[in-house]
T-cell receptor, first 115, second 113 residues
Framework: GNSVTQMEGPVTLSEEAFLTINCTYT??????LFWYVQYPGEGLQLLLKATKADDKGSNKGFEATYRKETTSFHLEKGSVQVSDSAVYFCALSVARGTNAGKSTFGDGTTLTVKP | DSGVTQTPKHLITATGQRVTLRCSPRSGDLSVYWYQQSLDQGLQFLIQ???????AKGNILERFSAQQFPDLHSELNLSSLELGDSALYFC????????????FGPGTRLTVT
């Protein structure tokens, strides 16, 4: 079946530090890849996505590139802010095959940014 | 605000009972997804409905069932509740049949005592 492996947390950074959260996946077919963010007490929000190899998703200073050769979709931000403190989820979905329609999420990585 | 609404926000009930969680998708979205988020198992996909029909099934227990109505709202029914069913239950919606970006509701926190 499909799976998503995320870098274990929690991650604690100082404001303006560089952020990388690693995400690798296994999937049959050609998945779409997503990063979602969950702020305390809220539901998940889509942060960015990429639907094919070499696509780069970006939003709010965050970026991730779909790397088919390394089956990875690492999340990066050049300078984090206290307001980025949240739980980040990497996810995939496939459009065809026996797993079509099913979303697979990583375990989430908790990021805390200190002033 | 994602446009997805869920009721109730909180639910406390006893073991063995049955509850119904309700979800209204974003206007125009035809797909509804249900997820369970617990501390020990993370975010688990339960089931997807598209335009009233079940499309994909994940780790949904036989004690759980769901449906999507003609007005596209969805209900998740949980029966014979156990302590381990205590979790956050999220509903999400998307526009099409294929999984694309999903919009999540605020969740229903279920506590089974």
């Amino acid at each position: 079946g499909n799976s998503v492996t995320q870098m274990e947390g929690p991650v604690t950074l100082s404001e303006e530090a560089f952020l990388t959260i690693n995400c690798t996946y296994t999937a049959t077919g050609y998945p779409s890849l997503f990063w979602y963010v969950q702020y305390p007490g809220e539901g998940l929000q889509l942060l960015l996505k990429a639907t094919k190899a070499d696509d780069k998703g970006s939003n709010k200073g965050f970026e991730a590139t779909y790397r088919k050769e390394t089956t990875s979709f690492h999340l990066e931000k050049g300078s984090v802010q206290v307001s980025d403190s949240a739980v980040y989820f990497c996810a995939l979905s496939v459009a065809r095959g026996t797993n079509a329609g099913k979303s697979t999420f990583g375990d989430g990585t908790t990021l805390t940014v200190k002033p | 605000d994602s446009g997805v609404t869920q009721t109730p926000k909180h639910l406390i009930t006893a073991t063995g009972q049955r509850v119904t969680l309700r979800c209204s998708p974003r206007s125009g979205d035809l797909s509804v997804y249900w997820y369970q988020q617990s501390l020990d198992q993370g975010l688990q996909f339960l089931i997807q409905y598209y335009n009233g029909e079940e499309r994909a099934k994940g780790n949904i227990l036989e004690r759980f069932s769901a449906q999507q109505f003609p007005d596209l709202h969805s209900e998740l029914n949980l029966s014979s509740l156990e302590l381990g069913d205590s979790a956050l239950y999220f509903c999400a919606s998307s526009s099409g049949r294929e999984v694309n970006e999903q919009y999540f509701g605020p969740g229903t926190r279920l506590t089974v005592t």
